[in-house]
């Protein structure tokens, strides 16, 4: 199971209070600061920054109060910003001068509209009032500049970050970061402690203290860094949820312990409302200022000529100042379509939302781990520089003008809950390091640790300064950058300048590298560093290892990477699904050198639509069936080449009750078709007593599926098996896994000794070479499946037009399909006389008429002919017959298409007039489209009708575990349920029934279609 603790935690009861807020400010700027001209970017973007959001921060810490917020606000400053800010102050006065004249010359240019249209590129008939908004908000500009002149006349930087770290502000943490903002799961151990060693001793240097915490750059963690993060005195850090095994929608966040360290866990569920949100909240509101257009685009060159404000060549026409006029207007309107920026009325507005925002916390109170306490992290940059009102906000929510209301008799609070342990996580696109190792990037990453591996000690001057080249060169930034095609050559000819750099710096340099590091909890990128060459680069040879080291009986995999010339190497890489917590090693053809990891704990890597939702960024039946193919098809299992004995065959209800009738079953396994015998567990002939697995141990199954309090013991233990008291098996799965062998050989000695039924759901028991010792009695053996001898009674093709048949077929999933089929039974029976047709063996053990999956040796025509005999056979003395598909019917078989999936053939086979279709919450419309018009296409070359009925979903995802045979369901909200139902409903004209909830309503459509 992902989780490895629970999340459900109690509360206490105790007073309403307010919520209270935790504000983490990660306060970085990659390494801009120039020597050129100014006005050049990138360096513009640490002197927005600074006039726009770190001068007004340190003017509200100046008259900071802490009885007005109740709560903390941590500022992360990394080494690389800081010892820019300290050695900035010239170039950056310099810059605000530049700025004041533009500003100046902006305030007079705006005064009448002739002055106003002399440079402008488009000249345009402003009213009296619009060019009085313009007017207005070019005297705020003017005004910043002046402010920010006066600020550093009266402060040095420097001073401004030493007063900080003495005055220990109530309620404001200061924490330190890796020195580059470098990716420290990247790193070896030594490296990441030499790193957050350097971020500690850069801060103490310049805050002449300890730091209260360290900021994890992007969130990133991997076990182990805790060690680190404490052995250099550090307590304190900050974790995405997933960090703590959380991705479910209702996870808590909060504030957490484990060990020594205390673990502020960022919400990002509230975060999106101000980073990155929905349209209409906070940034995005029409009335704020436009961030992506500047005066500089507007005007002609000729007006910073003449001004005397060098401009770059390359940077004429479309300069960026920092002066915007501006707003939003809304999401969909292009820049030049802009409506004017009104000063005061997004003035106006900001209050508004920071009492929005209060009462976003308060609404969900539910999300936080002691109701009470949200922890929300956020790129400093964001308040002032990109949301241009933020900084007014932040105010407004830090220091508001009057004090908040607080309990007059607070509590104490309640410790930290402790957490036993933490996960591989980021706060990044699908919270892992998909964006820090792309296609397009993980050769730099390749480059980074090729210098890492080959670093000296820092034992003195000229050491400590080549550690100090490869913190820049291996800082996370230009990685980040390079995905972005505007950041793309500047970011790679930076990285291989510093690249070269640090390399000239290593005389014995070595280019030759192989390694491996997981893009996220199953995808891991293979890399190997070496001399370039003519030829495509040598193939990768991988290995799944044993837990115990070894690889035997593992298969060894043969991959072609792709390859990429770059600083006169090849690095060659390939991107390959592997098994979480699995070992592996790696070596390339023609090497015996091998490098060995290990990939992190199951986890759930998430994607975060438009409207803050997320969903799994795979599909789990698609992922567990590669991965089976991939590692788990060559597991040696005991199976006989010439098996002598053979099992029974059964596949009607009138078989089964015979054999199981009234009897109490041990079932392994719990997989789906374990599921659907404790879902339905009272229509069984033979219910389930006790369920065996070799993975999962949970005491109340019913609950673990949804299907309410069933209290079926499911044991992991295959010592339980002898304890239990049981009078047959049933054995609802292929052997798979060589893990199953213990629970499947204890339950043969069992049911051998004391003459027990035994059922397989497919294949034949007594084809595994597990008797050893033990005499079966083939007559006790069934499995259910048509033998050949029956397929072949009656080969002949018959007239085949039944027209009371109903199927359920899944589209672009399964869920839910043969659940359908069952509930919809007895409800159809109710009124008509109904008769089942199972396509999963599953079937028959609940009271289907008829239920198979295999139909043995016989070839397309004969199993024709045979099916549709026993159709009709069913058909003849019933009102409605109903049956069903076993994947969706726009699945493709690998190598082939669609008319080959079994659903297809299962259509063809029966015709059934009537269809219904199951979808879950997460069906694209367009996909049941697509399926319906799929079903009218087939009807149309076999002359039949065929008619939709509706869309039957069930209350939950369906998701597999850490193997393909293994399936689990997670609930959702109603909320949920409803959004897709909608969805659902008005895109594609058919009605959507909860099942079971709406099962009648959906019998009633079918009865008026008979």
């Given amino acids: 199971m992902p989780l490895a603790f629970s999340l459900t935690l109690p509360f206490v009861s105790r007073p309403p209070m307010n919520p209270s807020l935790t504000l983490i400010l990660n306060t970085h700027m990659p390494q801009v600061l120039g020597t050129g001209p100014l006005f050049d970017e990138p360096e513009n973007w640490l002197f927005e920054a600074l006039t726009e959001t770190y001068l007004p921060l340190f003017r509200m810490l100046e008259r900071w109060d802490s009885r007005r917020f109740a709560g903390t606000l941590v500022m992360s400053f990394t080494p690389c910003l800081v010892q820019q800010l300290l050695a900035c102050e010239e170039r950056y006065t310099g810059y605000l001068h530049l700025l004041g004249r533009i500003a100046t010359r902006e305030v007079e240019r705006t005064s009448r509209l002739d002055l106003y249209n002399r440079y402008e590129k488009f000249p345009q008939s402003l009213s009296d009032e619009a060019l009085s908004r313009i007017h207005r908000t070019a005297g705020m500009y003017l005004h910043r500049v002046e402010d920010s002149l006066k600020f550093l006349k009266e402060h040095s930087l420097r001073d401004v970050f030493a007063q900080l770290g003495r005055s220990r502000l109530p309620g404001v943490q200061l924490w330190t970061s890796s020195p580059q903002h470098n990716f420290l799961p990247f790193f070896e151990p030594a490296?990441?402690?030499?790193?957050?060693?350097?971020?500690?001793?850069?801060?103490?240097e310049v805050f002449g203290r300890e730091p209260d915490g360290f900021w994890l750059p992007e969130c990133a963690f991997q076990p182990g860094i805790e060690r680190v993060l404490t052995r250099h005195g550090i307590r304190r850090t900050a974790l995405s949820l997933n960090g703590i095994g959380a991705s479910q929608p209702q996870d808590p966040s909060g504030v957490f312990r484990h060990e020594d360290l205390e673990v502020l866990v960022h919400d990002y569920r509230i975060g999106l409302h101000l980073w990155k949100s929905p349209d209409a909240t906070f940034p995005a509101h029409p009335i704020y200022r436009e961030f992506f257009r500047d005066v500089g685009f507007d005007v002609r060159p000729e007006y910073f000529d003449e001004l005397g404000v060098p401009v770059p060549a390359n940077k004429r026409g479309h300069v960026w100042t920092g002066l915007k006029y501006h707003a939003v207007t809304g999401q969909q309107v292009g820049l030049g379509e802009k409506g004017l920026y009104d000063l005061e009325a997004a003035r106006a507005q900001v209050p508004q939302h920071v009492r929005a925002f209060w009462d976003l916390l308060e609404s969900r109170r539910s999300l936080v781990q002691d109701g009470q306490t949200f922890v929300l992290a956020f790129d400093t940059e964001l308040f002032g520089h990109w949301w241009h009102e933020g900084i007014e906000w932040l105010d407004g929510v830090m220091q508001p003008e009057l004090p908040r209301e607080v309990s007059v008799a607070a509590p104490v609070p309640a410790p930290p809950p402790s957490l036993p342990r933490l996960y591989y996580s980021t706060w990044g696109r699908d919270f892992y390091s998909e964006h820090w190792l792309t296609p397009g990037n993980c050769w730099m990453f390749g480059l980074i640790k090729l210098v890492e591996a080959q670093l000296p000690a820092p034992v003195d001057a000229e050491t400590r300064e080549t550690w100090r080249r490869f913190e820049v060169f291996s800082g996370s930034d230009l990685l980040f950058?390079?995905?972005?095609p505007s950041q793309r050559d500047r970011a790679r000819a930076l990285f291989l300048q510093r690249y070269a750099d640090v390399v000239s710096r290593l005389p014995a340099f070595k280019p030759e590298l192989l390694t491996a590091f997981p893009v996220d909890p199953f995808k891991c990128v293979l890399i190997h560093v070496g001399p370039p060459g003519e030829e495509a680069p040598p193939p990768f040879l991988l290995r799944r290892l044993s837990r115990q080291g070894s690889s035997d009986a593992r298969r060894e995999i043969t991959l072609d990477p792709e390859g990429v010339d770059v600083a006169g190497l090849r690095v060659s890489f390939q991107y390959f699904l592997l098994h979480p917590q699995a070992r592996y090693a790696l070596r390339v053809e023609g090497s015996e050198r091998e490098h060995?990891?290990?990939m992190p704990d199951y986890g759930v890597p998430l994607l975060i639509a438009p409207d803050t939702r997320t969903y799994p960024k795979y599909d789990p039946e698609v992922l567990y069936r590669k991965l089976a193919e991939i590692w788990e098809g060559d597991q040696r299992l005991p199976i006989l080449q010439a098996p002598t004995l053979r099992s029974r065959h059964m596949y009607t209800r009138a078989q089964v009750t015979e054999?199981?009738?009234g009897k109490r079953t041990a079932v392994f396994k719990y997989n789906k078709e374990g599921y659907a015998l404790l879902r339905f567990r009272e229509k069984s002939v033979a219910?389930?007593?006790?369920?065996f697995d070799?993975?999962?141990?949970?005491?109340?199954?019913?609950a673990y599926?949804?299907?309410?309090?069933?209290?079926?013991?499911?044991?992991?233990?295959?010592?339980?098996?002898?304890?239990?008291?049981?009078d047959a098996v049933v054995f609802t799965c292929s052997l798979n896994f060589e893990s199953e062998v213990p629970h499947v050989?204890?339950?043969?000695?069992?049911?051998?000794?004391?003459r027990l039924p035994v059922v397989s759901l497919y294949d034949d028991i007594l084809y595994y070479d597990l008797f050893d010792g033990l005499e079966p009695d083939p007559s006790l053996f069934y499995r259910v499946a048509v033998p050949e001898q029956d397929a072949l009674a009656h080969p002949g093709l018959v007239d085949y037009r039944p027209r009371n048949l109903l199927g359920v077929f899944g589209t672009d999933t399964v869920q839910g399909k043969f659940t359908t089929q069952v509930y919809l039974r007895e409800a159809l029976a109710k009124h008509v006389r109904v008769r089942h047709h199972s396509t999963e063996p599953t079937g028959i053990l609940l009271g289907a008429d008829t239920g198979y999956s295999r139909v043995l040796r016989v070839d397309a025509e004969p199993r024709l002919a045979f099916e549709r005999r026993l159709m009709l056979d069913l058909a003849r003395d019933c009102d409605v017959v109903i049956t069903g598909g076993q994947n969706g019917l726009l699945y493709s078989p690998a190598g082939a298409d669609r008319r080959t999936n079994a659903s297809t053939m299962i259509y063809e086979t029966f015709l059934p007039r009537l269809v219904v279709l199951s979808v879950s919450v997460d069906t694209k419309p367009e996909d049941v489209i697509a399926t319906r018009e799929y079903l009218e296409e087939l009807a149309r070359e076999h002359d039949v009708p065929c008619t939709v009925v509706g869309l039957a979903m069930m209350g939950g995802r369906k998701l597999l575990g850490s193997r393909w045979t293994e399936t689990w369901f997670l609930g959702v909200r109603d909320e949920v349920l409803e959004a897709a139902r909608q969805r659902l409903e008005q895109q594609t004209g058919l009605r959507v029934h909860a099942i079971p909830e709406e099962v009648d309503a959906l019998a009633r459509s079918v009865l008026t279609h008979l």
């Fill in 481 to 484: 950058m390079m995905p972005d």
């Fill in 705 to 726: 599926i949804q299907a309410g309090s069933l209290s079926v013991p499911v044991h992991s233990d295959p010592a339980e098996i002898a304890k239990q008291d049981f």
């Fill in 659 to 661: 054999v199981l009738g």
């Fill in 191 to 204: 490296t990441a402690d030499r790193l957050v060693a350097r971020g500690v001793e850069t801060f103490q």
């Fill in 694 to 702: 070799d993975t999962v141990s949970l005491s109340d199954a019913g």
């Fill in 596 to 598: 060995t990891f290990q």
């Fill in 687 to 691: 219910p389930a007593s006790v369920v």
């Fill in 745 to 754: 050989r204890a339950l043969l000695e069992v049911a051998t000794r004391k």
